[in-house]
């Protein structure tokens, strides 16, 4: 870099900081940054026009006549009001009026870029006194292509991932935040826009989940048994793949790459091919496993293995059968690769000092395979919270329950919220019901990391 030599400007810094947060780059003209100045006043000048020719030309919703303002002024006005007027059916179509999920949007979107432009906003004013500070200081000021060869060193990782970050902001924050705030409206089947208004309730449809009726009798029901099947489902699966890794790694099995390729197949099919084909073998009424018993005389009439509201732990125990099929070549595989890593001259040593075959699995292959696969089984627990196709398809989530609201014997958290939304259509209970497995899930994922050595051990 070549600094150019200029006096010292008595203008202190903040007041260029200033200047910068009142008017889009005036900081920077006054420092004779011209390049930045102009860019940050195109980018504060289409904010405005856009302001204007929104709320003049266009009404971006196209379900209100054009009032309160542009698209940023309406789009707060819509994210608080969630609209004011509803549609109504006439002769001629739908009559003018809001439809409150498109304000929501709208509105979002809204809160979205006007945080881009503040932290523009941010960054401008701390340039601005910066380079104040740096003329005062010693007098140096960069041209144009000195500071671009500057920033292209030092924030060339930002300006790569900037588009990234936006992305996220719009496609994956966008629907993240929408579903946060359906939580705190009555946004249902009963309460669909156009025709009618969405309004904010609060707290209402938490105390309602969480209380002591029949919601929260459900909710804590299925609750229950999610956290059983997750652990259960991961548990067994985890202990039947470790004992098949240790048999087929075992120097006495011969074809050992024959029994793997065999034992992989549940894990090739495509789980929901599979808990349909378990589904009709398991099928109550002609179900081939139903009918072989009777047959055979082990019991007197068909068992309604699925279907048996009397007994729910039935369905559960097979889709937890199901889940084990499924489940244990993953761990198999993981666990068979983790025993490749453990010496041999471990095993010799405990063979010395006189551990049997059954002690050396115990306290030798378990804690160091434990150790090292601990993270997969936080993330195998989190996958089964939230096993949706398994409990789906094989079950539906049956049998069916009268005390639960939209719920059955053998629903976890997550067909319980399918079934709100798509069947429902209980949007806002539905939009609870996800943030609280957020909130489960997250938290549970978090405390077990963070505790295992896998991650704590350097």
Same mark, same amino acid.
């Given at each position: ?13 903040? !007041?260029? $900081? ?45 379900? +209100? ?5 542009? &698209? ?22 739908? =009559? ?17 870029? *006007?945080? #881009? ?12 006194? @910066? ?33 990234? #970050?936006?992305? *996220?902001?719009?496609? +994956? ?14 946004? =249902? ?7 009618? *208004? ?7 449809? &938490? ?10 009798? !459900? ?40 029994? @793997? ?37 082990? !019991? ?13 732990? #039935? ?18 595989? #993981? ?61 539906? $989530? ?11 014997? !053998? ?22 019901? =996800? ?24």
């Amino acid at each position: 870099m070549s600094p150019h030599r200029r006096g010292a400007d008595p203008v202190a810094p903040w !007041t260029l $900081g200033l200047a910068s947060a009142l008017v889009p780059g005036l900081g920077q003209f006054l420092n004779r940054e011209w390049g930045k100045g102009l860019a940050l006043g195109v980018v504060g000048a289409g904010a405005v026009i856009a302001e204007l020719l929104t709320g003049h030309y266009a009404d971006l919703s196209g379900y +209100t006549p054009r009032t309160h303002g542009g &698209f940023f002024v309406r789009g707060l006005w819509g994210l608080v009001t969630l609209g004011t007027q509803p549609r109504t059916m006439t002769v001629a179509g739908l =009559s003018p009026g809001d439809h409150s999920i498109v304000l929501m949007i709208n509105g979002i979107i809204a809160v979205l870029v *006007l945080g #881009l432009m503040a932290a523009t906003t941010v960054w401008a004013v701390r340039d601005a006194a @910066r380079t104040r500070r740096r003329l005062i200081t010693s007098g140096e000021r960069l041209t144009a292509g000195e500071w671009v060869r500057a920033a292209r060193q030092t924030a060339f990782p930002y300006l790569v991932l900037a588009p990234t #970050l936006i992305l *996220l902001l719009f496609v +994956t924050a966008l629907p993240v935040v929408f579903g946060i705030l359906i939580a705190f409206t009555d946004y =249902s089947s009963d309460n669909l826009p156009p025709m009618q *208004l969405v309004d904010w309730v609060g707290l209402a449809n &938490f105390r309602q989940l969480l209380g002591a009726g029949a919601w929260g009798a !459900t909710f804590f029901g299925v609750l229950g048994w999610t956290v059983l099947w997750a652990a259960l489902a991961t548990t067994t699966t985890y202990a039947l793949g470790f004992l098949q890794a240790v048999f087929v790694s075992s120097r006495r099995v011969r074809l050992p790459r024959l029994w @793997r390729s065999i034992f992989f197949l549940p894990w090739a099919v495509p789980a929901m091919i599979s808990a349909l084909v378990f589904r009709s073998m398991f099928n109550g009424q002609f179900g081939p496993i139903s009918q072989a018993l009777v047959d055979l005389g082990i !019991t007197p009439e068909r068992v309604m293995w699925l279907t048996d509201p009397a007994n729910p732990w #039935l369905a559960r125990l097979i889709a937890l059968l199901v889940n084990l099929w499924l489940g244990f070549p993953y761990f198999m595989a #993981l666990i068979s690769g983790a025993l490749t890593n453990i010496s041999p001259s471990y095993y010799e040593a405990a063979r010395i000092d006189g551990a049997s075959a059954v002690q050396q699995v115990r306290y030798l292959t378990l804690p160091i395979v434990l150790r090292a696969t601990a993270p997969l089984i936080v993330l195998s627990f989190v996958a089964n919270f939230n096993n949706f196709g398994v409990i789906y398809f094989l079950t539906q $989530g049956g049998p069916a329950n009268p005390d639960y609201r939209y719920a059955g014997g !053998t629903d976890i958290l997550i067909t319980w919220l399918y079934k709100l939304t798509l069947d429902n259509g209980l949007y806002d209970i539905a939009s609870v019901m =996800s943030i609280l497995i957020f909130v489960i899930v997250g938290s549970f994922s978090i405390w077990s990391l963070r505790r295992s050595k896998a991650f704590t051990d350097a």
